[in-house]
């Protein structure tokens, strides 16, 4: 309890950042709005959370009065009309001005993205590969994820025997806990061959989820939460499952070990193994996506509860502001344990559908009809 007590003012700290977070876009919201209400100054709960979430062309850090203080970010185009352009997103100055043709759209299809306009007037969009704010987190985290491997593979190459302690000695159980419980029991005998990419895996999530929960950079980016990146990941997973996998693995979809009736003349189970070969990877992709996009979504709905009662009173906006604390709280607390879990839970479902892949031939009569 003395623990929590010393903490308590810690957490008020971090929930107050998030709040500066909160009402620095509030301005932002009600100028591309076209709402009358919201010209007025009510706040837009759902524009608000959605810009939150969304990624961006710059690092967002806070706004004091009327200065926004963000770290711009490396634009990069090639466009038809404006051939290749390399600049910094702060030439577009928060989204309010244009360079060199291109411009942020408010509204449309391409909310949100940079644009062009082509001979007609319509808006068409150059190819994109500026680093944006979910892509520099990603370097960020990569870079993270390297340094510590690097400093435990250090301290192992210097005292190989020597028991760790302190972070190292946190890490070894960690990677230990995830090899020996998840890998090893999820893939089986080739569990050597696949633990580089299922601790990567989980590592990466894992701090990508812990990164996402920190309000001031490197964090606050919503890189797990982002359908892009769980797509790639589950990708990653398909690719590892079907191309790995034993001829017995292949036979078991195309010509199960079932009845004939259900294989001939109407192929149902082989349907139905097929069918399964991509519902996995895309359950492995909605399920880490929902989960983080969900959790990120409650904190912010709490946090604006304080500014949307404002207009109700000092009485009730103080109660609510106190209610809405102690319940993002709890919710932040809630979501440590959620970016464990879902780092956890994808790694051990790749690791079985690896496992699964790598079924040996059994023999045995075929069952008939």
């Not at 291109?102 to 969009?125: C, L, M, P, S």
């Not at 990653?236 to 191309?243: A, G």
């Not at 404002?310 to 919710?331: W, Y």
Request: with cysteine; net charge neutral.
């Amino acid at each position: 309890m003395k623990r929590l007590l010393k903490i308590f003012p810690l957490l008020i700290v971090v929930l107050l950042m998030n709040t500066t977070g909160l009402k620095a876009n509030e301005p932002a919201a009600t100028e591309v709005s076209s709402h009358p209400a919201e010209e007025a100054g009510t706040l837009n709960v759902k524009e608000l959370i959605l810009e939150h979430l969304g990624d961006t062309y710059e690092w967002h850090i806070t706004t004091i009065g009327e200065s926004h203080i963000s770290i711009p970010l490396p634009v990069i185009l090639i466009s038809k009309t404006y051939g290749f352009n390399v600049f910094m997103s702060s030439a577009f100055h928060h989204g309010h001005e244009s360079h060199n043709g291109f411009y942020i759209a408010h509204e449309g299809d391409y909310k949100g993205k940079i644009v062009e306009k082509d001979a007609t007037g319509q808006e068409i969009r150059p190819l994109d590969f500026s680093l944006t704010k979910n892509a520099a987190s990603l370097l960020i985290s990569a870079i993270l994820l390297i340094v510590i491997i690097l400093l435990i593979a250090r301290s192992y190459k210097r005292n190989p025997l020597e028991a760790k302690k302190g972070f190292v000695g946190m890490m070894e159980m960690f990677i230990l806990s995830v090899y020996d419980g998840i890998i090893k029991p999820g893939v089986g005998k080739d569990y050597k061959k696949f633990a580089p990419y299922l601790l990567t895996v989980f590592f990466f999530i894992f701090t990508n989820n812990l990164l996402g929960l920190i309000p001031l950079f490197p964090g606050g980016a919503n890189v797990t939460g982002n359908i892009a990146i769980t797509f790639v990941l589950a990708v990653c997973t398909f690719l590892i499952v079907n191309i790995t996998g034993t001829k017995e693995y292949f036979k078991e979809i195309f010509w199960p070990d079932v009845p004939m009736w259900l294989k001939v003349p109407i192929p149902i189970m082989p349907a139905i193994e097929v069918i399964g070969v991509f519902t996995k990877p895309f359950a492995l992709m909605i399920r880490l996506f929902a989960n983080i996009l969900a959790g990120h979504s409650i904190v912010l709905g709490l946090v604006c509860l304080i500014f949307v009662t404002v207009s109700l009173g000092i009485p009730t906006n103080a109660s609510m502001t106190v209610v809405s604390v102690i319940f993002t709280i709890f919710i932040d607390f809630v979501e440590l344990l959620v970016a464990y879990i879902q780092a956890y839970v994808f790694t051990m479902l790749s690791a079985v559908f690896i496992g699964l892949s790598h079924v040996e031939p059994h023999h045995h009569s075929e069952v008939r009809s």
